[in-house]
Each structure stands twice: as C-alpha cells, then as structure tokens.
C-alpha cells in the first residue's frame, strides 16, 4: 500500500460510513496528488453493515467493539457515523486514543456533550478534529462564497438557509432513533439537520445574536416494528429567525429552516443572500446554477449562471458536466485531508467551535419556543 494515504478505521457502517467507503474507492477521480484515505478497519455493532465493508479492497480488520478499532495502531485516522446520544462518550475516546476524527453532525447530542468533545481535544492538540458538512462544496455554493470575499454583495440585506426533506410525509414510515428523544435529544430535526444550515453562513462570519424559534410536532405517532403506533417524541420541523451581525458590523435578519416534512422534497438545500449591491441563491434542484442580480438602472433582474464541475479540488470529470451529492462528499473529504496534512485547503470543514455554536443557537430555540421569546446569544 502506498505511503502517500491515511489510515481509517470506520465506526458506523451504516448510510454514511458507506458513502465515505465509496469516497476512499473514487480518489483517483480528484486530478490532484492529495494523500488517500484508506479504510483499513470497520466497526459496526450489525454484523449485516460489517460484511458490506468486506467488498471495499483495503478494509482487513472488522469489529464489533469500537475500542478494539482504537487500540488498532494501524487506524490512523476516525470517520464515525454513530446515533447522537453516543457521541460524547464515542468521540472523546476516539480524542483519546490519539486518533484524529471526522464526526458526523451535530457533534454531539446536546450543548455538555459538544462541550465534553472540545474539553477532550484541549486535553489531546495532537488529534486533528473535524465534523461533517458537505454541502457548502457544491461549486455554485463556492462561487456565492467567492463573490462575498470579494464584497459583490455589499451590506447585507438578509439570509436565509434551509434543508427540507419530505420522506416523513409517509406516516406509515416506521419509527426509528432519530424520532426518539433518548437517541437524537431534544433537539429533534435541528440536532440531524442543523449543521447543513449553519457551516455557510458561520464561516462568512454572520454571527447570531438573537434567536427566536418556532418548532413543530406534526407526526404525534409512528409505527414500531410491529406496526403498533408509538409517540413520535422529536421535533419534525424547525424555523429559526436570527439577527446576525457580519464582518463589517451589519445587522440582519438571518433564517435557519430544518424541516422533515416539507412537501415536495426530497433533500433540498437552499442557501440565499440578499445584499445592496448584489442578491444570490442555490438550490439543490437547481445544482449546477447559481442565481444572482443584475442591476438595470433602478431595477434588478435575476440571472441564472451555470458552473458545472469548477470544483475547489481539480477532478477529472470536464467543467461542463453536471455535480452532485457523491461529489460533494469526494470534496469535502478532500478538504479533511487537506487540513489534517497541512496542505492548502480554500474551504475547510465544519470546526469544533463552529459545532459548539451551532449548539448555543439550538439550545437557545429550544429556550425561545418553550418560553415563547426572544433570547439572547
């Protein structure tokens, strides 16, 4: 095996640890000489996910224990994909053990078990810690972060930043742990689907300075396994109403949407920023365009300019054809490589203390729809 790689071991062989197994598979595709990760371990406590990593080519070692992946001296690197109660106690071990992590959202189930991450990254600087967020690496998405480097907007108007799913709109869809409190928190859609909201506008430094919030239970009831109706205890949508401050000293208002059940969704991103000098937004029904204004005089027209494949990290697939969700994961594994090993890295991945106030913003529209106000950040 190469020299050139980093070494992974895989805790969560589910959805995601998947999709990542299909990333360590795809490398070449990148037209760069970026080290590869290299999934040499996987754990997972279903022996069903666990046979499936024994198709991926460099994978050797297989647990059902997660601290025997640790002790592993060969596992360099965690990618974990695990129910959020278990991410405290799953990712300070990994802290500890020396490895470096990429862990999936929300970094935590609540505000302590963010905290307790970070408290085990001071205690270890040598483990390089990230959390998953993809969708900012869509090349549109890029370009409207281009465009506010380079101050196209001018003040900002407002913003607003959604994701929308609609499988939940099957109330026949049976339950499972992101619909309990136990396992996702109370939270509920904005612990699984926040971040996707939060990594844009946090790094183009819109910070929140208030928050109030309106949640919704819609589906009171799911059926269990036996098709008997259980309470559905989490939050199915979320809207967040910030007023947000940037670089410049600006107040605006800022739009935080995580809803499950939105009609006519499948797994919609929508990023928006209205600024005085120029307007633009995304849409993953739309991914290979970003729309923007033109000025005429007095008045604003949209326009619509498609980018294709102009990646931050070259691949070989021509410009001119079109990018989706699997490319997007290829780039933001890209990034984690890029930032682990030092290298140049344009857009980094979603940070511990990026996490840690998404945390403060979620904890505090738990606070603002129980206590119906406005609370301060």
Request: with cysteine.
């Amino acid at each position: 095996m190469s020299e050139n790689c980093v070494k992974f071991g895989v805790i969560g062989c589910g959805l995601m640890g998947r999709e990542f197994a299909s990333v360590s598979m795809r490398w070449l595709h990148l037209a760069g000489d970026l080290p590869r990760p290299v999934i040499v371990a996987a754990c997972d406590t279903s022996e069903a996910n666990r046979e499936w990593f024994r198709r991926v080519p460099d994978t050797k070692y297989f647990y059902e224990d997660y601290h025997d992946l640790l002790a592993n001296p060969e596992v360099e690197a965690v990618y974990c994909a695990v129910p959020h109660h278990l991410h405290a106690q799953v990712y300070t071990d990994v802290i500890r053990a020396g490895k470096h992590l990429l862990g999936e959202k929300p970094f935590g189930m609540d505000l302590d078990a963010c905290r307790a991450v970070l408290e085990a990254m001071d205690e270890h600087p040598e483990s390089f810690v990230r959390c998953a967020s993809e969708f900012p690496y869509y090349p549109a998405v890029q370009q409207m972060v281009q465009w506010f480097r380079e101050g196209a907007f001018g003040q900002i108007i407002e913003a607003r930043f959604a994701i929308k799913h609609s499988s939940d709109m099957d109330l026949t869809k049976p339950i499972n742990w992101k619909r309990t409190r136990s396992a996702n928190g109370d939270y509920g859609c904005m612990g699984d689907l926040g971040i996707h909201t939060q990594h844009l506008p946090f790094r183009l430094g819109f910070e929140p300075l208030t928050v109030s919030a309106q949640l919704a239970n819609i589906a009171r009831t799911r059926p269990d396994a036996n098709g008997n109706p259980v309470p559905c205890e989490t939050w199915d949508n979320a809207i967040v109403l910030c007023e947000a401050r940037d670089g410049a000293g600006d107040h605006f208002p800022m739009q935080l949407e995580m809803k499950r059940m939105a009609p006519g969704c499948t797994n919609t991103v929508e990023y928006e920023i209205y600024g005085l000098k120029m307007s633009a937004k995304f849409t993953t029904d739309d991914p290979n365009a970003v729309r923007y204004t033109l000025t005429r005089g007095r008045e604003q027209a949209w326009a619509r300019l498609v980018v294709g494949q102009k990646t931050l990290y070259p691949v070989i697939t021509g410009s001119i054809f079109e990018f989706g969700f699997s490319d997007s994961l290829l780039q933001m594994f890209a990034a984690f490589i890029s930032e682990l090993r030092g290298l140049p890295c344009p857009f980094g991945c979603f940070t511990p203390n990026e996490a840690l106030l998404s945390h403060r913003v979620l904890t505090a529209a738990l606070q603002s729809y129980t206590q119906q106000r406005v609370v301060q950040l």
